[in-house]
């Protein structure tokens, strides 16, 4: 008969055996492969399939800075990752798991909680992946907001280990307790020390509470003749959608709508579809096809903003397996749920026009997230580490906590390692980001006037 013992014992020796594969002082090092592919061609090439009109907006919001550049490149990371050795500890991945993604929002109880919230790009993969990409996205956050190379690289560092002391905690835990196991708004406001930063965040947690389909009727609205709220035009931002794709757009709703459990179709039943608009967001996603769908309650006339986001394929897609869901928006749908401790109840997916892949969500569900551009080292060291907990933490719901446990091991050298490939790809991503510069220069990038 097999012990707990055992199962502890062979999880250990997978984590071990995974050392001999990429040791943990490799996980640190950082070149690129002869022939790496152009950065910028793998970005032309996503916004081939992407709205044409959209594209410069989106060029535009990454040539901010190297940070927001990072934040629109979850291609590049995923090829240069894609072409080098990696442990083979598999979890769930978040895929594009970089500081602006993580942040604060609504449970089904109405508590605010504190996690992962982006999933455009989730997909089973090793989990040195999600963590590389976060510590990378510290150390160029310190660097863009003036920190030295050294607090920048123990920035990363203290990321690092949040994760490392995250997924040790994950094994004295069982299985029950760490699906269960989760942030809230509390336990933010517990590791913030000083007052400064627990003004900051206290600041942030009450606007999150604000972040409601309340204040987006008021923000996003205006009355029209018979005094039913319409969705403001503000192109190309914002646009309301007219007959006949209005009609597609329905059509789309109730396609949703199946997809839903049934006690939650009961409560969509409960809402008139009054209308939906173009909507563009975030860095990274600007080009593909984002909607918001303004409902009614047929009872009190509350708003409910839903978001119908394209979901194509992930971009780590082309260095692992396939994902099992066929539905590119089930694939985020199912994602979400399993690495989130609460998921939106709105959480579905549909086919809309030309085969193309949605999924749906609440679009403000008291969301609130942190001001990375105004951190100071020792706030990125604190951030940074909440998240690389957070992310440990949603890596255990579905991989193998000890097996990880046992291949990082309960020394520095993860924490160093991963520092050193943060410093080390913050530098990659200041020359793609020069390479973007030149390309808007020669003209093979046009950007948009006002893309805010």
Sequence with gaps: MTTVEDFDRQAAEVGKAARKRVSRAALGEWKPEPGREDPVAILLKQNESRVPSLVPIRMARMAVSPFTF??????????????????????????????????????PERNLVFDVNDFDETLPGPFEWDV???????????????????????????????????????TEQDSLEIWYDRVDSDKVLELVQRK??????????ASAKRHTSLQALDKLTEPDA????RIKSQPPLLVPITSPDAATVKSVFAEYRRTLPDHMRVLLNRYTFVE????????GSVGTRCFIALLMDKESGA??????KEAG?????????????????????????LMQAASDIFLGWATGPAGVHFYWRQFRDMKGSADIAGLTHRQLSNYGALC???????????????????????????DTALSDFAMSYSDQTMADYRLLQAAIKDGRVELADNPY
């Design 70 to 107: 990072l934040r629109g490149a979850a291609a590049v990371l995923a090829n240069d990752l894609g072409s080098g050795p990696d442990t083979g500890l598999v979890t769930q991945l978040c895929g594009d798991a970089h500081l602006s993604n993580f942040g604060l929002f609504g449970t």
């Design 276 to 283: 939906a608009a173009v909507k563009v967001v975030g860095v």
């Design 226 to 229: 018979a005094g039913i709220p």
């Design 388 to 414: 690389g907990a957070v992310l440990a933490r949603a890596h255990c719901r579905s991989g193998d906590p000890l097996a990880i446990d046992a291949y990082i091991g309960g020394s520095e050298k993860f």
């Design 196 to 205: 400064k930063g627990r003004k900051i965040a206290e600041k942030t947690i």
């Design 132 to 170: 590389k990409r976060l510590v990378a996205s510290v150390a160029v956050a310190a660097l863009g907001n003036g920190c030295s190379d050294e607090d920048a690289a123990s920035a990363a560092e203290a990321t690092a280990r949040g994760y490392r002391e995250g997924i040790e905690a994950m």
């Design 303 to 308: 708003p409910l903003f839903l978001q119908l």
């Design 313 to 337: 394929t992930s971009v780590l897609e082309p260095y692992q397996k396939p994902s099992r869901y066929k539905h590119q928006g089930h694939r985020v749908v199912a994602g979400q749920r």
